[in-house]
């Protein structure tokens, strides 16, 4: 097949800069324009340092209609103001990164139904949508977490979530919380029990365990590092700590980026890679669970690519095989 022809709008932030990344040396993809109205004309290389030499490509303030496909690395809210100005081809494809189209009462858009991008919930609607609304990060590394308790019926009880983010998980744009002097060396939590993100964990929870009634309880927090996603949960468990781990290989046992470790897990085995590895632990009546992802790429940028290569019929792995940043 011809390679994929790519459009990226919004590139000069972190998650379209990790896109570029990999999509320079995806086999069956090619970038075909990427839009930043901010630095129309520069060097892609400019603003993405790290790409000096690896592309020979230039910000542009015009779109090509026409493109295979279209990630949408907007702020918040941005992706229905770009999509109501622009007007794209009946045959490209749109994945957004944002949180336009997430959930179900925003998911119908111009007459096109998004469909909610994690791979490991429902692969099978995401092969024949052309509109992919890609999951949160935070979304991602808990609903991991939770989706196989959930398929069995087995969320009895409130599940409380502390989990923690990189620096980069802030965006590009400069604020307080995100300059250097403040971030160093520091620890805070911010949005608690009303992170953007429960809408999604909560709705996926519902899609999978019609009637669950208990509260997931969320505390979000700023970590000192630059990128990466540790969370922990825990809830109430009748099982043993075996039938936990049972039940988890048996849901994952296909899946191509999320394992099931029966070691304590840290950060430094994803960061870098579309994983999500998930540990176990029982103490008493309590099961807790271990989710750690990489912000920008699981998080973000490479499961979008693995959205697009199922929408493609590609190998869902192709371009994602990346190594771990472990020392």
């Known amino acids: 097949?011809?390679?994929?022809?790519?459009?990226?709008?919004?590139?000069?932030?972190?998650?379209?800069?990790?896109?570029?990344?990999?999509?320079?040396?995806?086999?069956?993809?090619?970038?075909n324009f990427v839009y930043s109205t901010s630095n129309a004309g520069n060097n892609i290389s400019k603003v993405h340092q790290d790409l000096y030499g690896d592309l020979d490509l230039k910000f542009t303030d015009t779109v090509n209609p026409e493109v295979d496909v279209l990630f949408l690395c907007l702020g918040h809210g941005n992706s229905v103001k770009f999509l109501s100005a622009n007007t794209f081809s009946a045959n490209t494809k749109i994945i957004d990164l944002g949180n336009d189209f997430r959930l179900e009462k925003d998911k119908v858009f111009n007459g096109n139904?998004?469909?909610?991008?994690?791979?490991?919930?429902?692969?099978?609607?995401?092969?024949?949508?052309?509109?992919?609304?890609?999951?949160?990060?935070?979304?991602?590394?808990?609903?991991?977490?939770?989706?196989?308790?959930?398929?069995?019926?087995?969320?009895?009880?409130?599940?409380?979530?502390?989990?923690?983010?990189?620096?980069?998980?802030?965006?590009?744009?400069?604020?307080?919380?995100?300059?250097?002097?403040?971030?160093?060396?520091?620890?805070?939590?911010?949005?608690?029990?009303?992170?953007?993100?429960?809408?999604?964990?909560n709705q996926t929870v519902n899609q999978l365990q019609s009637g669950f009634s208990s509260e997931i309880i969320f505390m979000p927090n700023r970590g000192d590092f630059s990128r990466g996603i540790f969370a922990t949960l825990y809830t109430n468990f009748e099982g043993s700590l075996e039938e936990a781990k049972m039940i988890y290989k048996s849901y994952y046992k296909d899946a191509k980026f999320t394992f099931v470790s029966d070691d304590m897990l840290h950060l430094k085995q994803v960061v870098n890679t579309n994983k999500c590895l998930v540990h176990l632990h029982k103490h008493n009546n309590k099961l807790l669970i271990t989710s750690v992802i990489d912000n920008l790429l699981k998080g973000a940028s490479g499961q979008a690519i693995q959205n697009m290569n199922l929408m493609f019929g590609l190998e869902e792995t192709t371009g994602l095989q990346i190594k771990a940043t472990y020392f």
């Open 1 to 31: 097949m011809k390679n994929i022809q790519v459009g990226i709008i919004g590139g000069a932030g972190y998650t379209a800069g990790e896109l570029i990344r990999l999509l320079i040396n995806h086999p069956n993809a090619e970038i």
């Open 113 to 201: 139904t998004f469909v909610y991008g994690l791979p490991e919930l429902q692969r099978e609607a995401i092969k024949k949508a052309n509109y992919i609304a890609n999951p949160g990060c935070f979304a991602t590394a808990i609903q991991l977490a939770l989706l196989p308790l959930a398929e069995k019926g087995l969320l009895k009880n409130d599940v409380h979530i502390n989990a923690v983010t990189g620096a980069t998980g802030a965006g590009t744009s400069l604020s307080e919380t995100s300059h250097f002097p403040w971030r160093d060396n520091n620890f805070s939590y911010y949005k608690p029990f009303t992170h953007q993100h429960l809408g999604e964990i």
